[in-house]
């Protein structure tokens, strides 16, 4: 594959992913507001702090690249997204609800390591090092995102006020 074809995917998939970042910075603050449980509150009002970084770093990428980073919406996450939202239509608030947002926020997360992951490796088979360590930063917040929500699923949530 030629490098240049290359570079288009990489800037395609950095397109996706600023998308992504877009819509889950809206999305953030109605799953915190729906929130029970104060650490899943404050989880999520963390990673909004968090994706305003992301956000910034592609932006740093698209100006290095000279390239602009919209036009394109990602409709991976859109789907996630509207999911998230279904549920939130659907359950009353309670720790319930809580579980069923983990389980939505972590699929964005998997999505945001998968698209990551890629676009980190790219930059690297282009030559880009400062770019990938960029991008492998951003990677690894999402990964202990995931893990913090694994963790609130397993010990925050009162098993028995779900059961019932
Ligand atoms: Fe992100
Ligand atoms: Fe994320």
């Known amino acids: 594959m030629a490098s240049e074809s290359l570079q288009d995917i990489y ?7 600023y998308s992504a970042e ?17 650490d899943l509150r404050s989880a999520f009002e963390d990673h909004e702090v968090q994706t ?3 956000v910034e770093r592609l932006e740093k990428i698209f100006t290095q690249l000279g390239e602009k980073p ?5 409709k991976g996450m859109e789907g ?6 279904e549920l939130l239509e659907e359950h009353e608030e309670s720790e319930a609800l809580d579980v069923a947002m983990i389980a939505a926020a972590q699929r964005v997360e998997h999505y945001e390591i998968a698209g990551y992951g890629s676009v980190r490796t790219f930059a690297n088979m282009l030559g880009l090092g400062d770019q990938a360590d960029i ?11 995931d893990k913090k929500l694994t963790g609130l699923a397993e010990t925050v949530i009162n098993i028995d006020a779900v059961q019932e």
């Open 135 to 145: 991008l492998q930063r951003t990677l690894d917040e999402e990964g202990d995102t």
């Open 80 to 85: 996630l997204l509207a999911e998230g939202d």
């Open 52 to 54: 305003r970084t992301h």
């Open 22 to 38: 877009q819509q889950i910075l809206k999305a953030l603050p109605k799953m915190a507001k729906a929130a029970t449980h104060e």
């Open 11 to 17: 800037v395609e998939q950095l397109k996706d992913l």
């Open 70 to 74: 919209g036009g394109h919406k990602c």
